[in-house]
């Protein structure tokens, strides 16, 4: 073996990936544990005094696992969607679930109109748990598929990518 597992990621990418989602996925839950938890009763007392350590951890591991989800992209979703794998149900619904919670979270830093960024909130929040339940259930549908092995009795494993070309440089024309 190569070094690169089923999910198309070597050992160290696939460990880092679960490190990036456990990091996100804490601070995002701490972060609504504390948005939900009752007001303190005093009106000059801190909300919660953790909270800004907890966003800024949240807003900070978000970079990586950004990264590494164009990552699995190229080398885990794309070419399983281009072989029609199996569980491409769960995939997908990952990929709109990524794709939610990335553009709600950038919106969430941007937007400045408290109704926005109440939506956005919103959606990040859904698509942020949806995440880590579809995640979950994505991972643990690898392993009830009969050790890897599809319906059809093909192995599970990613098929490889594409080469694609590349075009030698001709300078401007």
Known sequence: MNGVRRSGLSLAELVAFWLAQLLVGVTGVALLVLR??????D??????????????AHVLAAPMLVFFLGLLWARHASPFLRAR??????????LLLALGMVASGYGLQVSVEEALRQAFRWLHTIAGLAWLATAGLHLLGRRATNG???A????GACPPAPKVPILPYRGRS
């Not at 939900?36 to 009763?41: C, T």
């Open 43 to 56: 009106a000059f007392a801190a909300v919660a005094p953790s909270f800004p350590f907890w966003q800024h």
């Open 152 to 155: 059809n009795g093909q192995n």
């Open 85 to 94: 794998r199996p569980r491409r149900l769960s995939g997908v619904a990952l």
């Open 36 to 41: 939900l938890s009752p007001p303190p009763e």
């Open 148 to 150: 890897g092995q599809s």
